[in-house]
Nanobody
Framework: QVQLVESGGGLVQPGGSLRLSCTVS????????LTWYRQASGKPREWVAA???????RYKDAVKGRFTVSRDNAQRTLYLEMSNLQPEDTALYSC?????????WGRGTQVTVSS
């Protein structure tokens, strides 16, 4: 069973930065398409940023220029660098790994942006 474990969340002031990590178990990390999602309280989950197995990236318009998604296949880790965080970025951030129509999910890490 593939397991995903997120870390790096926390409380940050508006304008601050955080780096989230998502470590994936198993030996097949390099073949996964990986995605960061977030879910704010009372709202549906939305995708934030994605990176394919070949390294192609895409972002939700609201985070373009502020968030950067990357992956380290040797470390089996997905990253999300977040800067200029705003209160509307407050949410539970989770990662997913997709391969061959199967999606694996992590439990998430909470990001709270507040002064």
């Amino acid at each position: 069973q593939v397991q995903l474990v997120e870390s790096g969340g926390g409380l940050v002031q508006p304008g601050g930065s955080l780096r989230l990590s998502c470590t994936v178990s198993g030996d097949e990390f390099s073949i996964y398409d990986l995605t960061w999602y977030r879910q704010a309280s009372g709202k549906p989950r939305e995708w934030v940023a994605a990176i394919t197995s070949s390294g192609r990236t895409r972002y939700k318009d609201a985070v373009k220029g502020r968030f950067t998604v990357s992956r380290d296949n040797a470390q089996r880790t997905l990253y999300l660098e977040m800067s200029n965080l705003q209160p509307e970025d407050t949410a539970l951030y989770s990662c997913s790994a997709l391969w061959s129509a199967t999606t694996y999910w992590g439990r998430g890490t909470q990001v709270t942006v507040s002064s």
